[in-house]
């Protein structure tokens, strides 16, 4: 059967390959771009992070929400905790404890070591009925405040305890004493 008139179109290879485009884009995020998981190269998924506190001559320790003290920007890195915690650092001095959400104290940097490295030995604090949210030294650093998520403040070392935190009902996530008292930060600010 003879064509009428039917005109014949022919794309140049630039339109070929920008119609290509999507599936290649396609391919690079869905495939080729992602890192295989191994035992020696983890998915990159990105870390929470549960405290920082600044070294006295630069830098910051941070504490992982997974576990993991990571020192940046100068500070000396420890012996890295491997739980989740707060880090209290010790004012003027490259030392710091983090104190871990079921109460352990681990000291770092030439800090004391504080209630045998539990703060259930130096107060009534239950791992199993409270979560510590954050810690603070005391300015000697002698001592150290801890708080837990229903607001309770518990005390290790030479500090003094000033009570509980008030009938606020949020959660707090940190908190800063010195001789006057103590502040808290809630998780809403």
Known sequence: ??????????????????????CLLLLLVLGFATTPA????????????????????????IQRDEGGTVAIEGAPQYESVSGRGSIAAIPDRNAYWV???????????????????FLANCSGFDAMKQTITGAAAAPDGQGL????????????GNVVSYGDAGNDNQTPSGIVCDAHGTW??????
Do not use: K
Request: charged share 15%.
């Open 1 to 22: 059967m003879p064509r009428h008139n039917v005109p014949q179109y022919r794309f140049s290879s630039f339109i070929r390959a920008l119609a290509a485009m999507p």
């Open 38 to 61: 191994s035992a020696s190269v983890p998915n990159r998924i990105p870390y929470s992070y549960t405290s920082i506190a600044a070294a006295p001559e630069g830098g910051f320790w």
């Open 99 to 117: 104190v871990t959400t079921n109460g352990v104290i681990y000291a770092r940097g030439g800090a004391p070591e504080l209630c045998g490295g």
């Open 145 to 156: 405040w801890a708080i837990d998520e229903y607001r309770h403040v518990w005390t290790a």
């Open 184 to 189: 808290l930060l809630h998780r809403d600010g």
